[in-house]
C-alpha cells in the first residue's frame, strides 16, 4: 500500500528565510509524487510533480523538491521565504500507474513571518 | 476561463436531510472526482469517475452518491446527511483518463458541509 507522511502540521519561518518542508512516502512500486499548495478559502492547486525524468523538480513559485528514493523522501524547498507563500501544503503520491487515486499527506500549514 | 465550479460555497444542514452538491468543469476533463478534506486527516476520496456512466468508489464512499450523467457535471449527493459528514468538500477533475501524473487534478474553491 502507498502512503505518505507529513512531518510538521505547522511550520514558521522568517521572511527571507529557507523553507523546507518534509514528505517521505512509502511504496512498492515506483512512486508519482505531487506538491499540491492550498491558500485560504481556494482549492488545491498543483506546485510541482515527480514523475522519474528527473530527481530534482522545479515548481511555480520558486518551490523544487528532490526525490531521495534511498531516503524515500520528496521535501519541498524554497530558498527565501515570501509573505505570500503563507498556505497549506499538500504532498501526494499516485496509487499505482493505472489508477486515478492521490493519496494525500495530512498537510503542514505554513507561517511566514515578517 | 478554465475551472471547476462548486455550489454551494458553504452550506448548514439538518440530520437526514437530503442535499446535492454541484460540480461542473468546463475543460472537458474526462475524469473526476470528489474529496472530503477533514484536519489532521488530508484530504480523503470519496467517488471518482473515469467518464459519463461510469463511477466508482474511493476511500470513503459510505453515505454518498454520485452520479455522471454529463461529461461536464458530477453532483455529489448525500440521502440522509449525518454529523460526521460535516467537512470542507472538494470536486477535482482532469483529462487523462488512466495517467495522473500526465495531467494535473484542477480543484474547485470547496463546500463547507455542516450538518446538526
Known amino acids: 500500500a502507498q502512503s505518505v507522511t507529513q512531518l510538521g502540521s505547522h511550520v514558521s519561518v522568517s521572511e527571507g528565510a529557507l523553507v523546507l518542508l518534509r514528505c517521505n512516502y512509502s511504496s512498492s512500486v515506483p512512486p508519482y509524487l505531487f506538491w499540491y499548495v492550498q491558500y485560504p478559502n481556494q482549492g488545491l492547486q498543483l506546485l510541482l510533480k515527480?514523475?522519474?525524468?528527473?530527481?530534482l523538480v522545479k515548481g511555480i513559485n520558486g518551490f523544487e523538491a528532490e526525490f531521495k528514493k534511498s531516503e524515500t523522501s520528496f521535501h519541498l524547498t524554497k530558498p527565501s521565504a515570501h509573505m505570500s507563500d503563507a498556505a497549506e501544503y499538500f504532498c501526494?503520491?499516485?496509487?499505482?500507474?493505472?489508477?486515478?487515486?492521490?493519496?494525500f499527506g495530512t498537510g503542514t500549514l505554513l507561517a511566514v513571518q515578517p | 476561463e478554465a475551472q471547476v465550479t462548486q455550489n454551494p460555497r458553504y452550506l448548514i444542514t439538518v440530520t437526514g436531510k437530503k442535499l446535492t452538491v454541484t460540480c461542473s468543469q468546463n475543460m472537458n476533463h474526462e475524469y473526476m472526482s470528489w474529496y472530503r478534506q477533514d484536519p489532521g486527516l488530508g484530504l480523503r476520496q470519496i467517488y471518482y469517475?473515469?467518464?459519463?456512466?461510469?463511477?466508482d468508489k474511493g476511500d470513503v464512499p459510505e453515505g454518498y452518491k454520485v452520479s455522471r450523467k454529463e461529461k461536464r457535471n458530477f453532483p455529489l449527493i448525500l440521502e440522509s446527511p449525518s454529523p460526521n459528514q460535516t467537512s470542507l468538500y472538494f470536486c477535482?477533475?482532469?483529462?487523462?483518463?488512466?495517467?495522473?501524473?500526465?495531467?494535473?487534478?484542477?480543484f474547485g474553491n470547496g463546500t463547507r458541509l455542516t450538518v446538526t
Open positions: 477535482a477533475s482532469s483529462l487523462s483518463k488512466g495517467r495522473l501524473y500526465n495531467s494535473p487534478l484542477h
Open positions: 469517475s473515469m467518464n459519463v456512466e461510469v463511477t
Open positions: 501526494a503520491v499516485g496509487k499505482g500507474g493505472a489508477t486515478n487515486k492521490l493519496i
Open positions: 515527480y514523475t522519474s525524468a528527473a530527481t
